[in-house]
């Protein structure tokens, strides 16, 4: 494989740290499955993996799948889900900003353009694929219906781990595949080969571009061809949708061989060469469980590539009133760790004074550089708060500037021409522009005081003049709109 795999040990017999192990897992057409990542110094690798049928009325029923859990040792350890392909919608988009707070605004207006639901009833998640020289940020928006969510919200909140992810499964497939080939950065179709059903993905520089799920029935005639055309029309949707620049090969993973005349349809219908990159069964980070993997029917691909990689946060699948609430709960549990570590402080110093009171004075210096201590731990946390309500307070100027230019483009008819556009956050917007008649001015000042971003701020004309330029009587206008 690669150098990586010197620091996996090569036997689970290795004791490794239980807070750090993860748990990833996937329920897809009833078939819950689940692979147990663990940690020792620097290296990952695989512990357990389980394949489970749950009944139709089960399938979702987060008290069986808890117990499950708990069978396999789980102690509210970190938790990944990983979402099928087919419950989600991804779109590639071009986006004119490189800052994120600018990116996320603009992704919030675009989500409901490509399904046919409220904005409410979608979530989103995304990874900034690359900046290009021009400054456009290129952007894999995933939109999955919230209910789908909502669905694992509540596995997940059964089990109660110290934190999770919810996460598109083609980003395991993408991860697995960096990870064995980190040197491989073309432009690849990579093939995740089941019995039942196939994912493809196109990556670049190790960057996931766009996925597909299809199903194949093996036992079909010419299966082979479907399979071929499948694949080609993921090459096909990616080249119209996302970028010309082809996919230099395809590359089949796979536990069990081939059959060459698959490999050679789907050569001869994609037109561009085929190598296979067979599951390693001695490749140490899965060698604990390869008697497992060998046994069971479907690849674990996606849920090792989780465990492997570490996630991009804006790639979880959470909606952004749930973010919130975990922000907000990050934070208290900080705080309540800093009082602990004070109060647990001032426990041992009292006890230490009672215990040795002549040398009461020695504690009491101590209880100072515990308090010293403790409160430059507190200016810290302060310092960090103050900076979140900074940048919040400075996106929200941005977004408020942002949302006065949308509304002012929306009722400036073709025959006014704006001069001039200055905003002073919090205080005033004032605006020069110029027409061919009176008439006009007075009819924008119309729609512009009702327009919905500017009917709580009132809009007043301070000047109105007539001019010749060139032989043309041109009516320049400045309005002023006072914010406080």
Same mark, same amino acid.
């Not at 008290?63 to 990944?80: A, P, S, V």
């Not at 570490?310 to 705080?335: F, G, H, Q, V």
């Not at 905003?423 to 006009?440: F, G, H, V, W």
């Given at each position: 494989?690669?150098?990586?795999?010197?620091?996996?040990?090569?036997?689970?017999?290795?004791?490794?740290?239980?807070?750090?192990?993860?748990?990833?897992f996937q329920i897809t057409d009833e078939i819950l499955s689940i692979a147990h990542c663990a940690v020792d110094k620097r290296s990952k690798y695989f512990v357990d993996l389980k394949t489970y049928?749950?009944?139709?009325?089960?399938?979702?029923?987060?008290?069986?799948?808890?117990?499950?859990?708990?069978?396999?040792?789980?102690?509210?350890?970190?938790?990944?889900?990983s979402v099928p392909r087919n419950l989600v919608t991804c779109r590639y988009l071009k986006i004119p900003t490189r800052f994120v707070p600018e990116i996320e605004r603009i992704l919030s207006f675009?989500? !409901?353009?490509?399904?046919?639901?409220?904005?409410?009833?979608?979530?989103?998640?995304?990874?900034?694929?690359?900046?290009?020289?021009?400054?456009?940020?290129?952007?894999?928006?995933?939109?999955?219906?919230?209910?789908?969510?909502?669905?694992?919200?509540?596995?997940?909140?059964?089990?109660?781990?110290?934190?999770?992810?919810?996460?598109?499964?083609?980003?395991?497939?993408?991860?697995?595949? !960096?990870?064995?080939?980190?040197?491989?950065?073309?432009?690849?179709?990579?093939?995740?080969?089941?019995?039942?059903?196939?994912?493809?993905?196109?990556?670049?520089?190790?960057?996931?571009?766009?996925?597909?799920?299809?199903?194949?029935?093996?036992?079909?005639?010419?299966?082979?061809?479907?399979?071929?055309?499948?694949?080609?029309?993921?090459?096909?949707?990616?080249?119209?949708?996302?970028?010309?620049?082809?996919?230099?090969?395809?590359?089949?993973?796979?536990?069990?061989?081939?059959?060459?005349?698959?490999?050679?349809?789907?050569?001869?219908?994609?037109?561009?060469?085929?190598?296979?990159?067979?599951?390693?069964?001695?490749?140490?980070?899965?060698?604990?469980?390869?008697?497992?993997?060998?046994?069971?029917?479907?690849?674990?691909?996606?849920?090792?590539?989780?465990?492997?990689?570490?996630?991009?946060?804006?790639?979880?699948?959470?909606?952004?009133?749930?973010?919130?609430?975990?922000?907000?709960?990050?934070?208290?549990?900080?705080?309540?760790?800093?009082?602990?570590?004070?109060?647990?402080?001032?426990?041992?110093?009292?006890?230490?004074?009672?215990?040795?009171?002549?040398?009461?004075?020695?504690?009491?210096?101590?209880?100072?550089?515990?308090?010293?201590?403790?409160?430059?731990?507190?200016?810290?946390?302060?310092?960090?708060?103050?900076r979140f309500d900074f940048f919040e307070k400075r996106h929200s100027q941005r977004v408020a500037l942002f949302d006065k230019m949308y509304e002012l483009y929306k009722v400036a008819p073709d025959?006014?021409?704006?001069?001039?556009?200055?905003?002073?956050?919090?205080?005033?917007?004032?605006?020069?522009?110029?027409?061919?008649?009176?008439?006009?001015?007075?009819?924008?000042?119309?729609?512009?005081?009702?327009? !919905?971003?500017?009917?709580?701020?009132?809009?007043?004309?301070?000047?109105?003049?007539?001019?010749?330029?060139?032989?043309?009587?041109?009516?320049?206008?400045?309005?002023?709109?006072?914010?406080?």
């Open positions: 494989m690669n150098n990586r795999d010197n620091l996996i040990p090569k036997s689970a017999s290795i004791k490794y740290k239980t807070k750090d192990s993860a748990f990833i049928s749950l009944a139709a009325e089960q399938a979702g029923s987060a008290t069986k799948i808890h117990d499950i859990f708990r069978q396999l040792g789980y102690k509210n350890n970190y938790i990944i889900v675009q989500v !409901s353009r490509y399904l046919p639901y409220p904005p409410e009833e979608l979530i989103s998640g995304y990874e900034i694929v690359n900046v290009d020289k021009d400054g456009y940020s290129h952007v894999n928006l995933i939109i999955v219906l919230r209910n789908v969510i909502e669905k694992h919200l509540k596995i997940v909140e059964e089990l109660r781990p110290r934190r999770f992810n919810i996460v598109l499964g083609s980003y395991g497939l993408s991860n697995f595949y !960096s990870y064995v080939k980190p040197q491989d950065k073309d432009t690849l179709l990579l093939v995740n080969f089941n019995p039942k059903a196939v994912e493809v993905a196109v990556v670049n520089n190790q960057k996931l571009l766009y996925s597909r799920y299809f199903k194949v029935n093996r036992n079909s005639p010419q299966w082979e061809n479907v399979l071929a055309e499948e694949v080609r029309k993921t090459r096909d949707a990616y080249l119209k949708e996302i970028s010309q620049q082809k996919p230099k090969k395809i590359i089949f993973i796979s536990k069990e061989e081939i059959p060459a005349s698959a490999i050679e349809a789907t050569s001869e219908e994609v037109e561009v060469p085929v190598e296979v990159c067979p599951i390693d069964m001695n490749w140490p980070v899965i060698k604990n469980v390869a008697e497992k993997i060998e046994q069971d029917k479907d690849l674990y691909t996606n849920l090792i590539g989780f465990g492997l990689v570490k996630l991009n946060d804006s790639l979880n699948l959470l909606a952004e009133d749930y973010k919130e609430r975990l922000r907000k709960a990050y934070l208290w549990r900080e705080r309540m760790k800093l009082l602990a570590i004070f109060i647990g402080a001032c426990a041992l110093l009292v006890v230490g004074v009672l215990k040795h009171i002549d040398n009461k004075k020695l504690y009491l210096g101590k209880l100072k550089d515990e308090l010293v201590y403790m409160s430059s731990e507190a200016k810290q946390l302060e310092e960090i708060e103050k025959n006014i021409s704006l001069l001039s556009f200055d905003y002073e956050a919090e205080k005033q917007i004032l605006m020069r522009a110029q027409t061919d008649s009176l008439e006009n001015v007075f009819s924008f000042m119309s729609k512009l005081q009702n327009a !919905s971003g500017f009917k709580k701020i009132p809009a007043k004309l301070r000047y109105v003049t007539k001019k010749k330029s060139k032989g043309t009587e041109i009516v320049e206008f400045e309005i002023i709109c006072q914010l406080n």
